[in-house]
């Protein structure tokens, strides 16, 4: 057992608690890392709302890190200690149905363990005054030092730097890949991204390196825009300045609607909206935000009939271990501006308040170091 400060998650609702948990060491298969860097990423808040059916209690909460291999366990031999590594809450085992499909990237070797919190054989590695304390998305990047499985842990050149290229483990990654993998848009496409957030702002990014003609940016924060615009936006749109549905505005401004839509928020409605800005005949809509359990997504069937197409994407389609070298290359090179969306930095001890900067709509990404 080690001794690892930890932001715990007690319960729903309630502000992160920082405390010292007992780490166990790695089983076969597993690997111990050092946390030298997460980010906070809007799902973190969803699952501590408790509007995630996922979401156990107590847990470790955070999936945006970088790290450092401190131990391995039995049989692991693609990692060892001293590499650098961005944890994965979408495991590439390159084995499973899914990974051999080559259709996706969602492995689900280990996928049924981490939605209930755990290890693959059952158990938790943290603990608290000897009670269990549940992992997350396979992640827990939120403690210093965090047991995932071999497969759920891409190595990265070390020259990287951890503080910056940990938003790579979610955030960034997800908004890039949802545009050149999922919706694969093409050159001279327009596209309409709602929502400019960690995700959205690299939505953009995304739509930017495909060529993309028009990139209509679309938030009610309109403090968002500037760096929508520093990234390549050409357009932008506040629902709140208009008095029709956004839908509406949209298709207006774009004769007919969009080639591709994405929405990165996480409300329903708008995810509605997403697909009915979409021109009719072709234009394809990538639900990437995440929705609390229980709520549906509803639209006239007759606006599939006539050609549009409703996709989602998870980690932006991209198989971690084997693409997520090539992301931290680019952010390397600076076709990544990954500075952008770092607006705060902070110890452990104040990570309550990259909630409250996220809630309050003042910062696109906060980075904890530990
Ligand atoms: P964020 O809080 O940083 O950004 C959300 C943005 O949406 C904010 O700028 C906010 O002003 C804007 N917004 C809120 N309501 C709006 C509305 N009605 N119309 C237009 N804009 C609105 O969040 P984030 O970290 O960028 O995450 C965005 C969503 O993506 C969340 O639901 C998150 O859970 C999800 N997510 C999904 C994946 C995936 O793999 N599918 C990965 C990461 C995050
Ligand atoms: N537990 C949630 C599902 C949340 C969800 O959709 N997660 C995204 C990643 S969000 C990252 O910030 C995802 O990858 N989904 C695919 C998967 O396998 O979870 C719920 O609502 O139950
Ligand atoms: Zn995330
Ligand atoms: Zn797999």
Known sequence: MIKSRAAVAFAPNQPLQIVE????????????????ATGVCHTDAYTLSGADSEGVFPCILGHEGG???EAVGEGVTSLAVGDHVIPLYTAECRECKFCKSGKTNLCQKVRATQGKGLMPDGTSRFSYNGEPIYHYMGCSTFSEYTVLPEISLAKIPKEAPLEKVCLLGCGVTTGIGA??????VEEGATVAIFGLGGIGLAAIIGAKMAKASRIIAIDINPEKFEVARELGATDFVNPKEHAKPIQDVIVEMTDGGVDYSFECVGNVDLMRAALECCHKGWGESVIIGVAPAGAEIKTRPFQLVTGRVWRGSAFGGVRGRTELPSYVEKAQKGEIPLDTFITHTMGLDKINEAFDLMHEGKSIRSVVHF
């Open 21 to 36: 948990v007992d780490v166990a060491p790695p089983k076969a298969g597993e690997v111990l890392v050092r946390i030298v």
């Open 67 to 69: 790290g450092i291999v």
């Open 179 to 184: 545009v050149l993998n999922t919706a694969k």
